[in-house]
């Protein structure tokens, strides 16, 4: 009976210390740039090690008086 206890106890230790699934490398980021100017328009663009690439633009369009706000377009 004892041996039945023990041995249940190191199976589930043994269990408890394996790996949890397996090891994911990071993905390295091989590209990126950012440029925000003051006028309010903006770039940015990446591209990652396994082939993702994205880019953005936009800028700030005042769509009518001083005091309005301004609406951004991407």
């Known amino acids: ?10 199976v ?6 394996a790996p ?3 090891d994911v490398e ?3 980021i091989i590209r990126q740039e950012q440029e925000v100017n ?3 328009s903006y770039r ?3 591209e990652t090690g396994n082939g993702i ?5 936009g800028f700030l369009k005042n769509a ?8 951004g377009i991407v």
């Not at 589930?12 to 210390?17: F, P």
């Open 44 to 46: 940015w663009s990446y």
């Open 53 to 57: 690439t994205a880019e953005e633009q």
């Open 1 to 10: 009976m004892k041996s039945i206890i023990v041995i249940s106890a190191l």
């Open 26 to 28: 990071p993905i390295p």
């Open 38 to 40: 003051p006028d309010g």
């Open 20 to 22: 949890q699934g397996p």
């Open 12 to 17: 589930l230790v043994c269990t408890y210390g």
């Open 64 to 71: 009518g008086s001083e005091q309005e706000a301004q609406v």
